[in-house]
């Protein structure tokens, strides 16, 4: 280990929940008197926060952990998060992992890496005021675990049950990535929607009211909500411009059959009320959805249905996974289960949909004028060519040879590109 600053590399897998607690971490490495770095060849520590939502997450952090360990042979390679919580001994066995510390050890990972390296808290000070990872955007914690049980899903075992953090401290944490420079802030959680059952007098709109009032955060951003969850009441919120028009509502599946068989709360109606209220409601909200293909039982006419409901909705943007048998869960027992090479061919024809729609709702974009967050330091590296999103979560790419390295700017959407859409800068 280098005699002066232990070098820390966190390495993030899966969903923004895990982006959240990521972001926890280096903040609390940073105020034990590890400095962050970002390539693992480079680090002391290499911590994977894994996912475990599909065979293909499992697979991935594998193969990351090996190549964190070919690449640095003498780091501390810590495996955490959900793959670690869901088959702790499966990777404690594999011989490039130096330890495991699964969810529930999540708090006191730091003190116990440092205490293995003998790092004494504090005593490397010049690191405290270091600006934290993801400068641009934080991602904020608000809740933890899932009550809802979905058939295929495993997300309930390895995070446990639905848990709201207080708003106090929800507040306290925007304030503090604020104060370090931080324009965004995205709301992250497994349940969202439920926030605030377990605690007195709150819930999420509640909390968004007093998240407005509270902090000077530039923007506000929730990154996941369920159908049935969405209300006028809350939908009313977003007359504050900070609130961004981006609502990322999972679908799953556009079958009532397999709906049904997953143990969604919602039917494909009440699904497509709650997206012509968005529409209604916030115009030029950008939505997006995730979809899961062959799920068990899901045959010609299943996944027929499912492709013309997704059509028929606009979506922004399509996440689409192919189903992947999570042992544990109920949908591991059900008959009738999917081939791959079905699975394969209908996620290929999803995903042109996914394609189709991506490029639909940027060209409607076209022409407009809209906020984008551009991210730091990228065009000082890349010609001066900055890359950002926009409020409603449109990839916006811009030449300035102006630093807009963490600023807020209007800019006017020109053309499509491949993976973005082209704009102007309009103001400063």
Excluded at 295 to 301: C, M, S
Excluded at 336 to 363: N, P
Aim: proline letters at 4%; a neutral charge.
């Amino acid at each position: 280990m280098s005699s002066n600053s232990p070098k820390v590399a966190i390495h993030t897998h899966g969903c923004k929940l895990n982006q959240a607690d990521s972001q926890v971490l280096a903040r609390q490495f940073q105020k034990a008197g590890f400095t962050i770095v970002r390539s693992a060849a480079q680090a002391d520590v290499v911590v994977l926060n894994s996912c475990t939502v599909t065979a293909n997450s499992d697979s991935k952090a594998r193969q990351y952990l090996r190549r964190a360990r070919r690449s640095n042979p003498d780091a501390l390679v810590v495996a955490t998060g959900c793959y670690a919580q869901r088959a702790k001994g499966d990777l404690s066995a594999m011989e490039s992992v130096s330890l495991v510390l699964d969810n529930r050890d999540k708090p006191n990972l730091v003190a116990t890496i440092a205490n293995k390296l003998e790092v004494e808290s504090g005593s490397f000070a010049e690191n405290l005021a270091a600006p934290a990872p993801g400068r641009s955007r934080a991602m904020v914690k608000i809740q933890e675990g899932c009550d809802q049980v979905c058939s295929y899903c495993i997300v309930p075992k390895v995070r446990g049950r639905e848990r709201s953090i207080p708003p106090e401290e929800i507040i306290a944490q925007i304030n503090e990535r604020a104060k370090l420079g931080c324009r965004e802030a995205v709301l992250t959680g497994t349940q969202l929607g439920t926030y605030g059952f377990d605690l007195p007098g709150i819930d999420l709109a509640g909390l968004l009211q007093q998240v407005l009032v509270e902090t000077n955060i530039n923007r506000l951003r929730i990154s996941s909500l369920q159908a049935q969850e969405i209300t006028p009441d809350l939908l009313g919120l977003w007359d504050d411009s900070r609130l961004c028009p981006h609502f990322h509502i999972p679908l799953q599946s556009g079958s009532d059959t397999i709906l049904k068989s997953m143990r969604r709360r919602y039917d494909t109606a009440r699904f497509a009320e709650t997206i012509a209220l968005v529409r209604k409601t916030i115009p030029g909200a950008g939505i997006t959805t995730d979809i899961i293909i062959g799920f068990p039982g899901e045959g010609v006419r299943e996944f027929a249905e499912s492709y013309s409901f997704a059509a028929s909705m606009g979506f922004s943007d399509m996440h689409v996974f192919p189903y992947s048998i999570r042992p544990g869960t109920s949908a591991a027992h059900l008959d009738d289960q999917v081939i791959d090479a079905q699975k394969k061919e209908r996620s290929g024809e999803m995903l042109e949909l996914a394609a189709a729609s991506v490029k639909k709702f940027r060209q409607g974009a076209l022409g407009q004028v809209r906020p984008v967050l551009w991210e730091p330091t990228q065009g000082k590296n890349c010609g001066g060519i900055w890359s950002g999103l926009t409020d409603n979560y449109v990839r916006v790419k811009a030449t300035s040879g102006r630093d807009l390295s963490n600023l807020i700017t209007d800019a006017q959407l020109t053309s499509l590109d491949e993976d973005w859409v082209t704009g102007e800068v309009v103001s400063l």
